[in-house]
Protein backbone atom coordinates (compact mmCIF):
# COMPACT_ATOMS: atom_id res chain seq x y z
CA UNK A 1 0.00 0.00 0.00
CA UNK A 2 1.06 3.60 -0.91
CA UNK A 3 -0.21 6.48 1.17
CA UNK A 4 1.08 10.33 -0.23
CA UNK A 5 0.11 12.74 3.06
CA UNK A 6 -0.41 16.20 2.12
CA UNK A 7 1.21 18.46 5.39
CA UNK A 8 4.16 18.11 7.22
CA UNK A 9 2.40 19.43 10.33
CA UNK A 10 1.72 17.55 13.60
CA UNK A 11 -0.48 15.19 12.27
CA UNK A 12 1.01 15.03 8.58
CA UNK A 13 4.16 13.62 10.49
CA UNK A 14 2.83 11.72 12.89
CA UNK A 15 1.00 9.75 10.48
CA UNK A 16 4.37 9.64 8.71
CA UNK A 17 6.72 7.47 10.97
CA UNK A 18 3.32 5.40 12.08
CA UNK A 19 2.73 4.19 8.68
CA UNK A 20 6.36 3.71 7.75
CA UNK A 21 7.10 1.63 11.34
CA UNK A 22 4.26 -0.28 10.00
CA UNK A 23 6.21 -1.09 6.71
CA UNK A 24 3.19 0.91 4.84
CA UNK A 25 5.04 2.95 1.78
CA UNK A 26 4.43 6.65 2.77
CA UNK A 27 5.40 10.39 1.02
CA UNK A 28 5.15 13.39 2.64
CA UNK A 29 3.90 17.11 0.31
CA UNK A 30 4.93 20.02 2.03
CA UNK A 31 4.27 23.79 0.80
CA UNK A 32 6.78 24.84 2.59
CA UNK A 33 11.14 24.96 2.38
CA UNK A 34 12.80 22.77 4.89
CA UNK A 35 13.53 25.45 6.87
CA UNK A 36 9.62 26.12 7.91
CA UNK A 37 7.61 29.16 9.16
CA UNK A 38 7.09 30.39 12.99
CA UNK A 39 3.95 28.72 13.71
CA UNK A 40 3.67 29.58 17.90
CA UNK A 41 6.28 28.55 20.21
CA UNK A 42 4.42 26.16 22.59
CA UNK A 43 1.80 23.68 22.93
CA UNK A 44 -0.10 21.84 25.58
CA UNK A 45 0.02 17.90 24.99
CA UNK A 46 -1.94 15.84 27.06
CA UNK A 47 -2.39 12.39 27.02
CA UNK A 48 -4.51 12.22 23.27
CA UNK A 49 -1.66 13.69 21.90
CA UNK A 50 1.39 12.06 23.98
CA UNK A 51 -0.49 8.37 23.21
CA UNK A 52 -0.15 8.67 19.85
CA UNK A 53 3.26 9.49 19.84
CA UNK A 54 4.30 7.12 21.45
CA UNK A 55 2.42 4.85 19.80
CA UNK A 56 3.90 6.21 16.02
CA UNK A 57 7.38 7.69 16.93
CA UNK A 58 10.47 5.53 17.21
CA UNK A 59 11.25 4.86 20.85
CA UNK A 60 13.86 7.48 20.34
CA UNK A 61 11.94 10.18 19.04
CA UNK A 62 9.52 9.79 21.70
CA UNK A 63 12.27 9.78 24.56
CA UNK A 64 13.76 12.83 23.06
CA UNK A 65 10.32 14.40 23.19
CA UNK A 66 9.35 13.33 27.00
CA UNK A 67 12.68 14.18 28.06
CA UNK A 68 12.40 17.63 27.01
CA UNK A 69 8.61 18.43 28.21
CA UNK A 70 7.59 20.83 31.18
CA UNK A 71 6.56 19.81 34.48
CA UNK A 72 3.46 18.43 34.83
CA UNK A 73 0.53 21.07 34.35
CA UNK A 74 -2.46 19.48 36.77
CA UNK A 75 -4.23 22.49 37.27
CA UNK A 76 -4.85 26.29 36.32
CA UNK A 77 -4.72 28.86 38.24
CA UNK A 78 -6.50 32.12 38.37
CA UNK A 79 -4.75 35.27 39.29
CA UNK A 80 -5.84 39.07 39.58
CA UNK A 81 -3.61 42.40 40.04
CA UNK A 82 -4.28 44.74 42.45
CA UNK A 83 -1.80 47.44 43.05
CA UNK A 84 0.61 46.36 40.25
CA UNK A 85 0.93 43.20 42.55
CA UNK A 86 -0.12 39.75 40.89
CA UNK A 87 -1.75 37.39 43.65
CA UNK A 88 -3.06 34.02 42.97
CA UNK A 89 -7.10 33.87 43.57
CA UNK A 90 -8.08 30.16 42.83
CA UNK A 91 -6.96 27.08 40.81
CA UNK A 92 -9.03 25.15 38.19
CA UNK A 93 -8.21 21.76 37.70
CA UNK A 94 -6.72 20.34 34.15
CA UNK A 95 -9.81 18.07 34.38
CA UNK A 96 -11.09 18.30 30.53
CA UNK A 97 -14.56 19.02 31.97
CA UNK A 98 -16.67 22.34 30.56
CA UNK A 99 -13.57 23.38 28.14
CA UNK A 100 -10.84 23.56 30.55
CA UNK A 101 -7.53 21.85 29.51
CA UNK A 102 -6.62 18.25 30.24
CA UNK A 103 -3.41 17.16 32.36
CA UNK A 104 -0.47 17.55 29.97
CA UNK A 105 2.46 19.20 30.06
CA UNK A 106 4.30 21.70 28.20
CA UNK A 107 5.95 21.15 24.99
CA UNK A 108 8.28 23.60 22.77
CA UNK A 109 6.49 23.19 19.27
CA UNK A 110 9.98 23.91 17.19
CA UNK A 111 11.63 21.18 18.75
CA UNK A 112 8.73 18.82 18.78
CA UNK A 113 8.49 19.73 15.02
CA UNK A 114 12.03 19.35 14.53
CA UNK A 115 11.98 15.61 16.56
CA UNK A 116 9.46 15.01 13.98
CA UNK A 117 11.53 15.36 10.61
CA UNK A 118 14.26 13.85 11.95
CA UNK A 119 14.88 10.41 10.06
CA UNK A 120 12.55 11.22 7.53
CA UNK A 121 14.84 12.69 4.95
CA UNK A 122 13.40 10.33 2.39
CA UNK A 123 9.79 10.42 3.03
CA UNK A 124 9.17 14.39 3.00
CA UNK A 125 9.39 16.55 -0.04
CA UNK A 126 9.41 20.41 0.45
CA UNK A 127 8.13 23.13 -1.91
CA UNK A 128 5.63 20.88 -3.09
CA UNK A 129 2.37 22.63 -2.81
CA UNK A 130 -0.60 20.25 -3.29
CA UNK A 131 -3.18 21.71 -6.06
CA UNK A 132 -5.82 19.26 -6.77
CA UNK A 133 -6.20 15.10 -7.35
CA UNK A 134 -8.48 12.65 -9.58
CA UNK A 135 -9.65 9.78 -8.65
CA UNK A 136 -8.75 7.18 -11.11
CA UNK A 137 -10.64 3.96 -12.73
CA UNK A 138 -8.02 1.39 -10.86
CA UNK A 139 -9.14 3.06 -7.27
CA UNK A 140 -5.91 4.77 -7.06
CA UNK A 141 -5.43 8.62 -5.92
CA UNK A 142 -3.15 10.72 -8.26
CA UNK A 143 -1.94 13.73 -6.36
CA UNK A 144 -0.70 17.64 -8.33
CA UNK A 145 1.20 19.72 -7.64
CA UNK A 146 1.67 23.43 -7.96
CA UNK A 147 5.10 22.68 -9.90
CA UNK A 148 3.52 20.61 -12.16
CA UNK A 149 4.79 17.16 -10.12
CA UNK A 150 2.19 14.66 -9.70
CA UNK A 151 1.90 11.31 -7.83
CA UNK A 152 -0.24 8.64 -7.58
CA UNK A 153 -0.83 6.25 -4.30
CA UNK A 154 -4.04 3.93 -2.96
CA UNK A 155 -4.69 6.92 -0.40
CA UNK A 156 -4.32 10.77 -0.32
CA UNK A 157 -4.83 12.14 3.33
CA UNK A 158 -4.86 16.38 3.47
CA UNK A 159 -3.10 16.83 6.69
CA UNK A 160 -2.82 20.47 5.32
CA UNK A 161 -4.59 22.58 8.29
CA UNK A 162 -6.74 24.97 7.78
CA UNK A 163 -6.62 26.02 4.89
CA UNK A 164 -6.64 22.82 3.41
CA UNK A 165 -6.50 22.28 -0.07
CA UNK A 166 -7.34 18.67 -0.40
CA UNK A 167 -10.92 19.62 1.75
CA UNK A 168 -11.46 22.40 -0.23
CA UNK A 169 -11.36 19.66 -3.26
CA UNK A 170 -12.53 16.73 -1.56
CA UNK A 171 -15.46 18.35 0.48
CA UNK A 172 -16.36 21.75 -0.95
CA UNK A 173 -19.17 22.93 1.22
CA UNK A 174 -17.07 22.36 3.98
CA UNK A 175 -16.55 26.18 5.14
CA UNK A 176 -13.98 27.40 8.18
CA UNK A 177 -15.79 30.06 10.22
CA UNK A 178 -14.07 33.27 11.49
CA UNK A 179 -15.41 33.33 14.94
CA UNK A 180 -13.36 37.01 15.34
CA UNK A 181 -11.12 36.23 17.74
CA UNK A 182 -7.44 37.13 17.19
CA UNK A 183 -4.48 36.90 19.86
CA UNK A 184 -0.58 37.97 20.06
CA UNK A 185 1.39 34.86 21.72
CA UNK A 186 4.94 35.28 22.28
CA UNK A 187 7.80 33.63 24.46
CA UNK A 188 9.93 35.53 27.05
CA UNK A 189 13.09 33.90 28.34
CA UNK A 190 13.06 32.85 31.72
CA UNK A 191 16.42 34.73 32.92
CA UNK A 192 15.02 37.83 31.91
CA UNK A 193 11.83 37.83 33.91
CA UNK A 194 13.21 35.85 37.16
CA UNK A 195 13.02 39.08 39.56
CA UNK A 196 9.37 39.88 38.31
CA UNK A 197 8.58 37.16 41.18
CA UNK A 198 6.14 35.54 38.80
CA UNK A 199 8.09 32.38 37.81
CA UNK A 200 8.02 31.31 41.39
CA UNK A 201 4.36 32.16 41.71
CA UNK A 202 3.26 29.91 38.83
CA UNK A 203 5.75 27.24 38.96
CA UNK A 204 4.47 25.10 35.96
CA UNK A 205 0.73 25.42 35.60
CA UNK A 206 -0.78 27.60 33.43
CA UNK A 207 -2.13 31.04 34.35
CA UNK A 208 -4.85 33.23 33.18
CA UNK A 209 -4.47 36.40 34.94
CA UNK A 210 -7.74 38.90 35.03
CA UNK A 211 -7.08 42.36 33.93
CA UNK A 212 -9.22 45.48 33.15
CA UNK A 213 -12.32 42.62 31.74
CA UNK A 214 -9.82 41.03 29.22
CA UNK A 215 -7.37 37.57 30.32
CA UNK A 216 -3.90 36.92 29.71
CA UNK A 217 -2.43 33.54 29.91
CA UNK A 218 0.84 32.58 31.42
CA UNK A 219 2.85 28.99 31.23
CA UNK A 220 6.36 28.90 32.39
CA UNK A 221 8.33 25.94 30.09
CA UNK A 222 11.28 24.61 32.26
CA UNK A 223 12.55 21.56 30.37
CA UNK A 224 12.96 18.54 32.41
CA UNK A 225 15.88 17.72 30.61
CA UNK A 226 18.03 20.31 28.74
CA UNK A 227 17.54 19.98 25.18
CA UNK A 228 20.89 19.85 24.11
CA UNK A 229 21.77 17.34 26.48
CA UNK A 230 18.81 15.09 25.55
CA UNK A 231 19.93 15.57 22.18
CA UNK A 232 23.36 14.14 22.57
CA UNK A 233 21.38 11.11 24.56
CA UNK A 234 18.30 10.09 23.18
CA UNK A 235 18.11 11.63 19.07
CA UNK A 236 21.94 12.88 18.30
CA UNK A 237 20.41 12.95 14.20
CA UNK A 238 18.41 15.80 15.82
CA UNK A 239 19.06 18.83 14.06
CA UNK A 240 21.76 20.93 16.18
CA UNK A 241 20.15 24.23 16.32
CA UNK A 242 16.76 22.88 17.57
CA UNK A 243 18.13 21.95 20.65
CA UNK A 244 19.11 25.30 21.19
CA UNK A 245 16.50 26.79 23.22
CA UNK A 246 16.40 27.77 26.91
CA UNK A 247 14.07 28.11 29.21
CA UNK A 248 11.03 30.66 28.80
CA UNK A 249 7.74 32.23 29.16
CA UNK A 250 4.86 31.77 26.83
CA UNK A 251 2.40 34.60 27.32
CA UNK A 252 -1.30 35.15 24.88
CA UNK A 253 -2.98 38.31 25.39
CA UNK A 254 -6.19 39.22 23.59
CA UNK A 255 -5.52 41.41 20.60
CA UNK A 256 -8.30 43.98 20.77
CA UNK A 257 -9.09 47.38 18.88
CA UNK A 258 -9.50 49.29 22.46
CA UNK A 259 -6.50 51.16 23.04
CA UNK A 260 -3.42 49.49 24.29
CA UNK A 261 -4.17 48.80 28.50
CA UNK A 262 -1.79 49.29 31.04
CA UNK A 263 0.43 46.49 31.84
CA UNK A 264 0.96 45.51 36.01
CA UNK A 265 5.10 46.05 35.38
CA UNK A 266 5.84 41.85 35.49
CA UNK A 267 3.56 41.45 32.78
CA UNK A 268 5.11 44.72 31.34
CA UNK A 269 8.67 43.15 31.34
CA UNK A 270 7.50 39.69 30.29
CA UNK A 271 6.16 41.54 27.03
CA UNK A 272 8.76 43.82 26.28
CA UNK A 273 11.44 41.33 26.43
CA UNK A 274 9.84 38.96 24.49
CA UNK A 275 11.80 37.10 21.34
CA UNK A 276 10.66 38.56 18.10
CA UNK A 277 10.98 36.06 16.61
CA UNK A 278 8.39 34.02 18.59
CA UNK A 279 6.05 36.31 18.70
CA UNK A 280 2.78 35.78 16.14
CA UNK A 281 -0.52 37.11 15.43
CA UNK A 282 -3.67 34.56 15.76
CA UNK A 283 -6.79 34.47 14.70
CA UNK A 284 -9.73 32.21 15.28
CA UNK A 285 -11.95 30.09 13.64
CA UNK A 286 -13.95 26.99 13.58
CA UNK A 287 -15.85 24.41 10.72
CA UNK A 288 -18.86 23.32 11.93
CA UNK A 289 -19.74 19.90 11.97
CA UNK A 290 -20.27 18.43 8.36
CA UNK A 291 -22.94 15.79 7.75
CA UNK A 292 -21.57 12.50 6.87
CA UNK A 293 -19.95 11.41 4.11
CA UNK A 294 -18.88 8.19 2.63
CA UNK A 295 -15.71 6.27 2.86
CA UNK A 296 -13.43 6.98 -0.19
CA UNK A 297 -9.51 6.42 -0.56
CA UNK A 298 -9.00 10.71 0.37
CA UNK A 299 -9.53 11.05 3.89
CA UNK A 300 -8.22 13.82 6.02
CA UNK A 301 -7.15 14.77 9.73
CA UNK A 302 -6.78 17.31 12.16
CA UNK A 303 -7.11 21.28 11.31
CA UNK A 304 -8.05 20.17 7.81
CA UNK A 305 -11.14 18.87 9.09
CA UNK A 306 -11.82 19.83 12.82
CA UNK A 307 -10.62 23.20 14.62
CA UNK A 308 -10.25 22.82 18.62
CA UNK A 309 -8.94 26.11 19.86
CA UNK A 310 -5.83 25.14 22.43
CA UNK A 311 -6.00 21.57 21.85
CA UNK A 312 -6.01 21.20 17.89
CA UNK A 313 -2.51 19.60 17.83
CA UNK A 314 -3.55 16.60 20.11
CA UNK A 315 -6.41 16.43 18.43
CA UNK A 316 -4.58 15.86 14.61
CA UNK A 317 -1.65 13.74 16.43
CA UNK A 318 -5.00 11.52 17.57
CA UNK A 319 -6.24 11.49 14.55
CA UNK A 320 -3.03 10.38 12.71
CA UNK A 321 -2.60 7.25 15.42
CA UNK A 322 -5.98 5.74 14.82
CA UNK A 323 -5.90 6.26 10.84
CA UNK A 324 -2.43 4.99 11.31
CA UNK A 325 -3.92 1.82 12.76
CA UNK A 326 -6.71 1.56 10.60
CA UNK A 327 -4.61 1.67 7.37
CA UNK A 328 -2.08 -0.93 8.76
CA UNK A 329 -4.92 -3.14 9.25
CA UNK A 330 -5.98 -2.60 5.87
CA UNK A 331 -2.53 -3.15 4.75
CA UNK A 332 -1.93 -6.39 6.58
CA UNK A 333 -5.35 -7.42 4.84
CA UNK A 334 -7.80 -7.64 8.13
CA UNK A 335 -9.61 -4.52 6.73
CA UNK A 336 -11.18 -3.38 3.43
CA UNK A 337 -9.48 0.08 2.46
CA UNK A 338 -12.45 1.60 2.69
CA UNK A 339 -13.53 -0.16 5.61
CA UNK A 340 -10.65 1.20 7.63
CA UNK A 341 -10.69 4.56 6.15
CA UNK A 342 -14.86 4.62 7.24
CA UNK A 343 -14.00 3.72 10.70
CA UNK A 344 -10.96 5.95 11.31
CA UNK A 345 -13.66 8.49 9.82
CA UNK A 346 -16.09 7.90 12.19
CA UNK A 347 -13.95 8.03 15.46
CA UNK A 348 -12.63 11.44 14.08
CA UNK A 349 -16.37 12.95 13.31
CA UNK A 350 -17.72 11.97 16.70
CA UNK A 351 -14.27 12.93 18.91
CA UNK A 352 -13.20 16.19 16.66
CA UNK A 353 -16.70 17.64 16.28
CA UNK A 354 -18.47 16.95 19.78
CA UNK A 355 -15.55 18.85 21.50
CA UNK A 356 -15.34 21.90 19.19
CA UNK A 357 -18.55 22.57 19.11
CA UNK A 358 -19.27 21.56 22.68
C1 LIG B 1 -0.01 29.88 18.53
C2 LIG B 1 -0.74 28.56 18.61
C3 LIG B 1 -0.82 27.88 19.81
C4 LIG B 1 -1.41 26.63 19.86
N1 LIG B 1 -1.42 25.96 21.05
C5 LIG B 1 -1.87 24.69 21.07
C6 LIG B 1 -1.75 23.90 22.25
O1 LIG B 1 -1.27 24.36 23.30
N2 LIG B 1 -2.16 22.60 22.21
C7 LIG B 1 -2.70 22.05 21.08
O2 LIG B 1 -3.03 20.87 21.09
N3 LIG B 1 -2.85 22.79 19.96
C8 LIG B 1 -2.44 24.08 19.92
N4 LIG B 1 -2.55 24.81 18.78
C9 LIG B 1 -3.21 24.21 17.60
C10 LIG B 1 -2.25 23.34 16.82
O3 LIG B 1 -1.09 24.06 16.50
C11 LIG B 1 -2.92 22.87 15.55
O4 LIG B 1 -4.18 22.33 15.86
C12 LIG B 1 -2.05 21.80 14.88
O5 LIG B 1 -0.85 22.37 14.42
C13 LIG B 1 -2.79 21.14 13.74
O6 LIG B 1 -1.93 20.18 13.18
P1 LIG B 1 -2.14 19.73 11.69
O7 LIG B 1 -1.12 18.70 11.42
O8 LIG B 1 -3.57 19.42 11.44
O9 LIG B 1 -1.85 21.05 10.82
P2 LIG B 1 -0.57 21.98 10.78
O10 LIG B 1 0.32 21.72 11.94
O11 LIG B 1 -1.11 23.35 10.55
O12 LIG B 1 0.20 21.50 9.48
C14 LIG B 1 -0.32 21.68 8.19
C15 LIG B 1 0.84 21.64 7.22
O13 LIG B 1 0.32 21.58 5.89
C16 LIG B 1 1.10 22.43 5.05
N5 LIG B 1 0.28 22.79 3.89
C17 LIG B 1 -0.77 23.64 3.86
N6 LIG B 1 -1.30 23.70 2.62
C18 LIG B 1 -0.53 22.87 1.84
C19 LIG B 1 -0.59 22.51 0.45
N7 LIG B 1 -1.51 23.01 -0.38
N8 LIG B 1 0.34 21.63 -0.01
C20 LIG B 1 1.29 21.10 0.82
N9 LIG B 1 1.37 21.42 2.14
C21 LIG B 1 0.46 22.28 2.65
C22 LIG B 1 1.44 23.60 5.97
O14 LIG B 1 2.57 24.33 5.48
C23 LIG B 1 1.73 22.89 7.29
O15 LIG B 1 3.08 22.50 7.39
C24 LIG B 1 -1.98 26.07 18.70
C25 LIG B 1 -1.93 26.78 17.49
C26 LIG B 1 -1.30 28.00 17.44
C27 LIG B 1 -1.22 28.71 16.10
Redo the contacts with the bound molecule.
Keep these: MKVIV ?7 LTLAHGLRRAGVDVVV ?4 AASGRP ?2 V ?4 DER ?1 MSALRACLPPAHFAMVEATTGGPREQTLELSCSDGELAVTGARPCDGAAGRARPGRQVHRPLLKAVLLTDLDDVVRFG ?3 TRFERRADGTVRAWFADGRTDTADVLVG ?7 VRRRYLPDVRVVDTGRRMI ?1 GATPLRAVLGTGLPGLIGDSPARVHLHGTTMVLGVLRFTEAPPAARKRWLPALRRTAAEIEDYVMWALPATREPAMELPPALRTIVGEAWPDFT ?1 A ?1 RGGMIPPPPVWPARPVTL ?4 IHL ?1 P ?7 MRDARRLCEALAEAHQGRLGLLDAIGRYEDTMRRDGFTKVSA
Design positions: IGAGLGGYERDQGSLHVGAEFADGIGSAMVLLGDAAGFGGNLA
